[in-house]
């Protein structure tokens, strides 16, 4: 894989001013591309972000604190990242949320909300930055599933049933685009320490009486083999990896990728 490779491109992160979001932005900028950062926060804090990425990596960015529940908003930032940049070239839907409950308990707003987030949100972004990669007859739609994308748990049924919709709408752009360069593919990670994740283990921590760190173990030795999280840096390089290899053309149409985690820096791949 050649250096900056991605010069010239534009990457729009959904999700992306902290956790795995951010982690793909920064690698994506890595390589040269232009960044359109999504999320919320701190308005000073992400004017600092922004600043930092233009500097160590030597590219532009915007920022869009669109609510990816309203798709009014997401039309938006698209337009916005259209008027910037161009368009969006590399499209990574990573937004989403969690909540954990029986389904007879399950909050309806809470459900509404994970759907339209993690999943409706793809289909918004995906149907706006398309006519332009068509236009240009190249383009990387990158969906963050989850393992919960392939199986199930308990306890999380608007989570699971939305993240098993995005690798399904995965493959069914992907096989809209089968004639084109332009690519899609899932990643569907395993535990990575986020703050979704943290309330996890701060709840079984709380639940069972043991320490954070006691609960963490806990937590991965029920379905991680590798008993360590995968890092935002690990999910950054194949991002990259589905961004640039594929320009080679000799990667499946549809990759379904599962990282499971590793105890090395090394990117471990199911």
């Not at 932005?25 to 922004?50: P, T, V």
């Not at 360069?181 to 990575?192: E, K, L, Q, R």
């Amino acid at each position: 894989m050649q250096s900056r490779s991605l010069v010239g491109k534009t990457a729009l992160v959904t999700g992306s001013t902290s956790g795995i979001g951010l982690g793909i932005a920064r690698s994506l900028a890595a390589e040269g591309a232009n960044i359109c950062l999504n999320g919320f926060g701190d308005l000073q804090e992400i004017a600092a972000l922004r600043a930092a990425i233009e500097e160590e990596f030597q590219v532009k960015t915007i920022y869009s604190n669109a609510d990816m529940t309203q798709a009014s908003q997401i039309t938006e930032m698209m337009t916005q990242a259209q008027n910037e940049f161009g368009g969006v070239d590399i499209l990574v839907n990573n937004a989403g949320i969690q909540h954990v409950a029986a389904i007879e308990d399950f909050p309806v707003e809470k459900w509404d909300a994970i759907i339209a987030i993690n999943l409706s949100s793809a289909f918004h972004t995906t149907r706006l930055a398309l006519p332009s990669m068509r236009t240009k007859n190249w383009g990387r739609i990158i969906n963050v599933a989850s393992v919960h994308g392939l199986v199930a748990s308990a306890q999380k049924s608007a989570y699971v049933a939305a993240k098993h919709g995005l690798v399904g709408f995965t493959k069914t752009t992907a096989l809209e685009t089968a004639d084109s360069a332009i690519t899609c593919n899932a990643i569907c990670p395993g535990f990575v320490l986020t703050p979704l994740v943290q309330k996890q283990v701060d709840a079984r921590a709380e639940r069972d009486n043991i320490s954070n760190e006691e609960a963490k173990k806990s937590l991965l030795s029920e379905k991680q083999p590798s008993g360590e999280f995968v890092t935002p840096e690990q999910l950054g390089a194949l991002a990259v990896f589905s961004a640039v290899m594929q320009q080679h053309r000799f990667v499946v149409l549809l990759g379904i990728w599962m990282v499971v985690g590793s105890r090395n820096k090394d990117l471990r791949i199911a």
